[in-house]
């Protein structure tokens, strides 16, 4: 079963451009979650896209918004990038067996802001 | 804002060593996973507990969860050079995939 799969691996913007990151979750499953990844913040949750739909929302500025397709393929966008936007952006996915299924966690993209 | 704070931040010990890592709160979590990442990979869960007082072990790692579900720790005995990696406790509140990571421990396990 492929894991949890993050495209691209690596990518370098300037400021003000925007950028669509993807993820593909492990086949079967439909909940999708995005979280940021910085040294000084640590790990901090975007949002959570269950069946095309946003389910769950962190504390995150407008610049930051997803979507689901309907295969559970999720995208990632952030517009007007700013330098503090700089970090390892991770996708996890989970099964549709409750709570106590467990959370898969892709490579990540790292973004840097130049 | 909830905060799990974990210590020590970083952890530098020798191959056979045994050491604890601590994750604390001031809220309540209905349950506690740790996590232990690599360079360059995301997270991977190794335990999740969810009964106050609750422990569980997987081979040389104990994982206790407070009994009033505010704090965990992660025991490693005899350490090898594999355990080497970021270990990050995250809270869930109620909302499975809306998890709340601790600020991780770095641990270096040198030969």
């Known amino acids: 079963k492929a894991g949890v799969t993050q495209t691209p691996r690596y990518l370098i913007k300037t400021r003000g451009q925007q950028v669509t990151l993807s993820c593909s979750p492990i086949?079967?499953?439909?909940?999708v979650s995005w979280y940021q990844q910085t040294p000084g913040q640590g790990l901090q949750f975007l949002f959570e896209?269950?069946?095309?739909?946003?389910?769950n929302k962190g504390n995150f500025p407008g610049r930051f918004s997803g979507r689901q397709f309907s295969n559970s393929r999720s995208e990632m966008n952030v517009s007007t990038l700013e330098l503090g936007d700089s970090a390892l952006y991770l996708c996890?996915?989970?099964?549709?067996?409750?709570?106590?299924?467990?959370?898969?966690f892709g490579s990540g993209t790292q973004l840097s802001v130049l | 804002t909830q905060l799990l704070e974990q210590s020590p931040q970083f952890l530098s010990i020798q191959e056979g060593e045994n050491l604890t890592v601590y994750c604390n709160s001031s809220?309540?979590?209905?349950?506690l996973q740790w996590y232990r990442q690599e360079p360059g990979e995301g997270p991977v869960l190794l335990v999740t507990?969810?009964?106050?007082?609750e422990v569980k072990k997987l081979k040389r790692l104990t994982f206790q969860f407070g009994d009033a579900r505010k704090d965990s720790s992660l025991h490693i005995t005899a350490a090898q050079p594999g355990d080497t990696g970021l270990y990050l406790c995250?809270?869930?509140?109620?909302?499975?995939?809306?998890?709340?990571f601790g600020t991780g421990t770095r641990l270096q396990v040198t030969l």
């Open positions: 995250a809270g869930d509140t109620g909302t499975a995939s809306k998890l709340t």
């Open positions: 507990v969810v009964t106050g007082g």
């Open positions: 086949s079967g499953h439909r909940s």
């Open positions: 809220s309540v979590f209905s349950s």
């Open positions: 896209y269950f069946s095309e739909t946003q389910r």
């Open positions: 996890a996915s989970r099964g549709t067996g409750g709570r106590q299924e467990k959370l898969f």
